[in-house]
């Protein structure tokens, strides 16, 4: 084409400027238009060869067509915009570099490496072609002739300074840069900038600034202020660099000298190998202990793993942990047990007051083991409300045999590894609960508690419930095997005791393997002897007062156990006393009173407005308003049943309360019961039930209420009702009924008669078959009490019913 051919001996002028100066074709070689292809990163400067990389298909034809029919000659432009997908949309600075390619690579698909020189600084005149690809028309930067100014040569001289200082800090481009230097041509100052200005690491739109500035003193000026920039980054850098040397170097020197040590050591017979040295602490340790043959021989191919395992290896700390873990568990190490029953049933009286029947029985348990010499018979499971002193008895036990104690609570518990261990295969292994209790306790033979085995859980993860089987099992026991240690161990020396809040949620195959032990809670007199004897001194203590300075008046114990924790335990009362003296306290420290003695009349003023009045709902006696009594988890309760006849015209019976389905069955159990019997035995009455719509109702409706002993009390609520017979106000009962009448027997005699007590009811039912159970009761409970056994609901109807 007309428009590509070489210009040849002719000199065209143009008035491009740049920064005032003049812009012109001066080379006889150098085409006037050319193709032009953008630069993403920096510009090219010319007078260096370098090595450039293009992709793109339309890229890689230009860059040949220039190469194969242009003389390799091609423009190149940084880029303010690239366009990835279609270079030719990219905006672009109006100077460049001419760069004139010598060799083109392919190094990847669509992919090529161009070798090749920068040649001259251009600007662009116009743009002559755009689709396909972008050609422009172009005006060289003119070649200035003869010597520089003394300016221009005194600021190359203050370059050539800087270069050098940066050469020292940075010497990455020291090689090209000093031949440069070493050659510096004062009398070609263009060329040496743009060598120097090629190598900087400044941003793209410095470096651009610098390519368009076509005056040499403005450029030398530009040049040197970067250079100057450079030298600090660098500086900056060295200071870091330096910094982190030293560090390395110290550690470094650290390293070789132990190194060093450890070798002359080992010259010596000083020192062993870190594997060796390991080994044989462990060897030394497992020598003390009575290991079984059976375990001796995995232990020993351990350790010769160990022997032969690499420090850095991964396998050596899991070796390594898996046989400090069996040197550090007690094997053949027992505490000696006491022997001396009555010491033993000292101790126990010394720390719970009353519980004769919860002490006989743990010492006839401590009878055995001490007479036979080893565990023998069942776990202990201590059963009762919160608070009435289960995980302290434990404690006691321990005490009293003259063993360790360790405790734990499964409650909530979902992770059977927690009691067998994990695998030595998963990271972060480690043994379960049981073989932990033996390593902290350092004995074979401890007391191990397992706290609120009633709320174990499941998941996915396993079922710890099953898991305890093994462990609690003394047929199973004497080798129990945790997954980590792998090896059989030997828990059936352990004396376990579980507690527990209720039985019903304790698997059945668990609980089989429990002697049940009941703690029932302490009815009014216990706990203000407790409070007394127990619950003050310690709280005085651990505020810092003397057992003078604040005395409790016994009526004002009293009023704090009825009207503030009436629950089965002493927990509520021991805050209620807590929070009495810290009040004491603070009243001290403003008065500067020095003793107090609380009594009834304080209780009010200290603790606020009674939280507990009376279950009693009623002053008199109300026909279908009868008193029961019930076991929940919280001890011995009354609950009132309410009945209610609306007249209708036709029978109809409706049940509330939040009652559950053994409940609904008592009721419809005694309104069929009661309604046959109306029939037969009142003739007044018989027609009531078929024209009343009865409504049976359990206050409070919140709670939810099931089982099946409110049958008797059911029943007298619907008799009262179709009679008009109020029921005595100071009557309580309890029991289940059939069809026929027959009164069955229930359970928690005990503690329904302390829930009995402590609302003030003198009178009680229970059905026959419990006469046993309530005879039993110690003393102090059944004083005060008239108490009626019932075999059918005839001897329920000539208790209840007021004459």
Known sequence: MAEDKLLEDEIIEESATDNGQQLQVIDNVLPKHISVLPLSHRPVFPGISIPLTFAGKEKIKVLKKAHEEEEGYIGLVLAQELNEEDYTESEMYEVGTLYQIMRIVPIAPNTVQVLGRGVRRFAKEKAVLVKPNIRWEVAYADVPKGKPSPDLKAYMMAISTEIREVLKLNPVFQEQVNMVVGQLNYEAPGQTMDVISNLLSGDSETLQELLETFDPLERAKKLLKLIKEELEVAKIQQRITKQIDEKVSKQQKEFFLREQLKAIKKELGMEKDENESEAEKIEKKLAELDLPEEILKIVEQELNKLKTLNPQAPDFNVTRNYLETISELPWGIFSEDNSDIKEARRILDRDHYGLEEVKDRILEFLSTIVKRGKIAGSIICLVGPPGVGKTSIGKSVAHALNRQFFRFSVGGMRDEAEIKGHRRTYIGAMPGKMIQALKRVGTSNPVIMLDEIDKIGTSFRGDPASALLEVLDPEQNSSFLDHYLDLPYDLSNVLFITTANQLDTIPGPLLDRMEIIRLSG???????????????????????????????????????????????????????????????????????????????????????????????????PIPGVVLGLAYTSMGGATLYVEATGIKTGKPGFKLTGQLGDVMKESAEIAYSYVRSLICEMNEDCKDYFETHQVHLHVPAGATPKDGPSAGITMSLALYSLATGQAVKDSLAMTGEITLTGKVLPIGGVKEKTIGARRVGITELIFPIDNQKDFEELPDYIKEGLTVHFADYFEDVLKAAIEA
């Open 522 to 620: 302490y009815v009014m007199e216990e706990k203000i002897e407790i409070a007394k004897q127990y619950l003050v001194p310690k709280q005085l203590e651990e505020h810092g007062f003397e057992k003078d300075e604040i005395t409790f008046s016994e009526e004002a114990l009293e009023e704090i156990a009825d009207k503030y924790a009436r629950e089965a335990g002493v927990r509520n009362l021991e805050k209620q006393i807590r929070k009495i003296i810290r009040k004491t306290a603070l009243k001290q420290a403003e008065d500067d009173h020095p003793d107090f003695e609380i009594s009834k009349e304080d209780v009010e003023d200290l603790l606020g407005k009674p939280v507990f009045r009376t279950e009693k709902l009623y002053d008199k």
